[in-house]
């Protein structure tokens, strides 16, 4: 990572209350795998290793506001993954939290846990798979302390595929963009019908770059129906509302 790429991310970092000289190494090795891979397979659109620094590993360590993510032990699910964001940047900052990222692209999911074997990050477990299906799964319902999600869909269908998942009192964090009222709206109908309530909406904007984001919080606060969720893809074809 250049001088610049290692001040962006130090700047990032300090706006958001971490100190992440400590790090740096693990954060310049996923770098460098990012963007090796890339060359080879479709991973990521962000290319440069500014909006990688800012855009990937900032924008996912802005997953901690509220705190909601720290404790040891804790076990994170994160749906839809991709090539690891936010799990890897916040495992490198959270070693003593479990996290599962899960994505159904099973080449998204082989970079995550060859990133995640050469970092060295023992608590990181991926998972090829569809949320809808591990909602359905003994092994995984009602399993996770948290579930988060960063650019994966509108806020009801994070509903049904993530309440369902989560412990009671576990807690789903969605990162988004800005959000309108009536996505917020429709998002807490649909959690009202998954057992969840909408506790947070924080809005904010990214270190450095200024681009507005949302973190929407719901809590799990009674029991998801046994028919959510849905099968496969009929929460993105039909969101519930
Ligand atoms: N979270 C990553 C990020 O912020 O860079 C990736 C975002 S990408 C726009 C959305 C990802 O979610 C895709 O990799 C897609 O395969 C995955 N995805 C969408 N719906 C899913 C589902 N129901 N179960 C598992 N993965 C899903």
Redesign the pocket.
Known sequence: MTPEGQALLGQGAAELGLNVEGQLPQFEQLLDLLVEANSRVNL?ALKTESDIVLK?FVDSLSCLRGGHLDGAGLRVL??????G??TLPLAIVRPEVAFTP????RK?IDFVRSAAEALNLTGVTPLV????TLGRDPEHRERYDRVV?????ALPILAE?GLPLLKPGGLLVAQKGPISEEELHAGRRAAGEVGGGVTEVDAFTLPVLGDARTLVVIEKVGPTPKKYPRREGVP?AQPLF
């Open positions: 990521t990937h994160d749906i839809g993954t991709g090539a964001f936010p899960l994505d159904s692209i998204k798979g569809r949320a809808e999600c960063r650019a994966v869909a595929l993105n």
